[in-house]
Each structure stands twice: as C-alpha cells, then as structure tokens.
C-alpha cells in the first residue's frame, strides 16, 4: 500500500529559481530515496539517505530527512528547464521484505525557462 | 548506460490478447526485480516482487492468475498479463536491485506502455 505522502502536487517556477518538495511517510525505515521520471519514462535514481543520516548533498540537490517527524524534502537549487519532471520519494520499509519500496505520490515539478 | 532494460515500450493489441513483457538487467545478477503499475498522473503500485528460482510474491489485490510472472534467470524476468481487457491498459515498470546489499537504489526499466483495444 502507499504511505508516502508528497506535497505540493503540482510546482511550477522560473528558471533559477529554488524548488522545494516534501515527503511523509507512516511507518520506520530503513533508507529514504528519491527519484524523477521524465513524462513516459522510468524513474531515474536521485539520492538515498539512510535512516542514520540527517542530510545529503548531491550538485544541485539537498535532501533532508527528520526520523522523528517521518519526513523528508528535496531541494533544488538554480533550477533549470530541463529538471522539468515528476519527482518521487520512496521508503524502504525498516521490515524490508525484499527490499521493496512503497512510494509517494509525487510532485510534478515545471520549470519555465 | 542503461542498467535494466525493458522491452517492448509499446505494445496495441486487442481484447482478450496475452502479452509478455521483458525485463533484463544488464549490469548484475538480480536475484530479486520488482514489477510495478503506473496511471497517468498518479505514483507507481507496487504488483509483485519476483523471485529468481522461486514463485512471484504478489501484493494484496494483485491477481496471480491475470499478471503471470516468471524469473527463470538472474538477468530476466518477464510479466505476462493474461487475455488482456481494456482496463489492463497502463504503464507497467519493472526495476531491479544489486543483491546482497542494504541500502541500495534500485534500477528502472524506461517501462511499457500498454493499450488494449
């Protein structure tokens, strides 16, 4: 079943602008990872961050995760055009059966050049 | 390059048709993939975790019967849903994960657009 919570659903901001999402989801776990499909394409791998971790960085991306809040956000700096996309949060369950994920519902991010 | 490779990402077919979809992963012996289902503009459901050797684990109200999944080797998996209706319409996405290992990503097919006529 779904756990994951995104808000907002729907972003839209100018080029180099900053973009926000947020995640929440209900039960413990073991990482929190977060992905982005372009429209018709599968989802291409973000970042992962461990239930241990607090914050990660990668280029123009910052996430955030608060275990005790059981939420997480996506920061994207100096957005561009191309980051036009859908961007989900996934969790892996801290019971993990298989290593499955239970995702978000999702932020359609658009970026007008 | 790509690491999962799914195939085909299109398929029209008629009413009460079978169709099997391909999912390879080309990069590492995936013990364990993942098929998913996708509606426009909604998130991804999970159908079933499949099992390399072993029967699919199907999620609840997942029907065994109608999405056939058989994982005969460490780098394929195939879904093949059954005498097709056109409420089976969709996008079905598999992804595949480096065993053996916590806290790992996993690794999307680009996924298969179906439509039932």
């Known amino acids: 079943s779904q756990q994951g919570e995104e808000d907002p659903q729907a972003l839209s901001i100018q080029e180099g602008e900053n973009a926000t999402m947020n995640c929440s989801y209900k039960?413990?776990?073991?990482?929190l990872q977060w992905y982005r499909q372009n429209s018709g394409r599968g989802l291409v791998h973000l970042i992962l961050?461990?239930?241990?971790?607090r914050e990660k960085h990668s280029g123009r991306l910052r996430v955030t995760l608060d275990t005790s809040k059981k939420s997480s956000s996506l920061l994207i700096t100096a957005s561009r055009a191309a980051d036009t996309a859908s961007y989900f949060c996934?969790?892996?369950?801290?019971?993990?059966?298989?290593?499955?994920?239970?995702f978000g519902q999702g932020t359609e991010l658009s970026v007008k050049p | 390059g790509a690491v999962v490779s799914q195939h085909p990402s299109w398929v029209i077919c008629k009413s009460g048709t079978s169709v099997k979809i391909e999912c390879r992963s080309l990069?590492?012996?995936?013990?364990?993939m993942f098929w998913y289902r996708q509606f426009p503009k909604q998130s991804l459901m999970l159908m079933a975790t499949?099992?390399?050797?072993?029967?699919?684990?199907?999620e609840q109200g997942v029907e065994k019967d109608k999405f056939l999944i058989n994982h005969a080797s460490l780098t394929l998996s195939t879904l093949t849903v059954t005498s097709a209706h056109p409420e089976d319409s969709s996008f079905y996405i598999c992804?595949?994960?480096?065993?053996?290992?916590?806290?790992?990503?996993?690794?999307f097919g680009d996924g298969t657009r179906l439509s039932i006529l």
């Open positions: 990069d590492f012996q995936a013990t364990t």
């Open positions: 992804s595949a994960r480096r065993p053996n290992f916590g806290n790992q990503p996993q690794h």
């Open positions: 961050i461990r239930s241990n971790e």
């Open positions: 996934a969790t892996e369950p801290y019971y993990n059966q298989g290593g499955k994920l239970i």
């Open positions: 039960t413990s776990i073991n990482n």
């Open positions: 499949s099992n390399e050797g072993s029967k699919a684990t199907y």
